[in-house]
């Protein structure tokens, strides 16, 4: 199984002695779910660094022919909590509260973590790209010239989805109807967006600092040198 790591984000090929599934039918009077089970998977990341348990629960019908494990009725992540990706120190407490939240009510309700993720949105845009406008749509606008095509082109494929287009209209903390693959969507674009601006921006000053090091190591020698044959 591919896999890759929800806290490192290390991606590898997931073999036996790193992953368990186990599916155990739940004999009890019949309740308002049907004859059910329980299944468990585990994971953990082969990574020697990381080494960190992946683990969730679903509960599923039993299979009337044969008695075995039969369709999904729901699941619980339990480790980590949801799916969302761990975000790096660097990007805004605010950014990364919304987000988070926006991942963990995800299934429960597809609307609140839709509301979630347009303020996550809004507040990156405000921050990032320092705009603010009377919507998050007219915010969204102003980034057209300023932003590479690919970039633009996710925002605006995502904006012009269904429910989610008209919504950027509507002040960000109004709470909408959307469908959960929707509100899946804006946390997509959400997770694009920080590796776009935040990750790159950060990756783009640790190289120029590296640089700068260099220069100075290589002028210092330099510098050492000129002064022996002074000497
Ligand atoms: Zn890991």
Redesign the pocket.
Known sequence: MNYT?P??K?HSTITDPNEYYNWERIYIENSTSGNVGLAIHAVT?P?KD?N?LKLRTMLTRVNMVNGEEGIGIKEWNLMPESTAKILPDYVPTSVTEDYYEACKILNLSPKASATLSRRCLQGMIRDFHKVTKHTLNDEILALKDILDTDTWDSIDAVRRIGNIGAHMEKDVNVIVNVEPEEANLLIQLIEQLIEDWYVAREDKKVRAEKLRQVVQSVEEKKQTKNNLSVD
Request: with cysteine; charged share 10%; hydrophobic share 0%.
């Open positions: 790591c806290y490192c290390h990341c990574n990381c960190k």
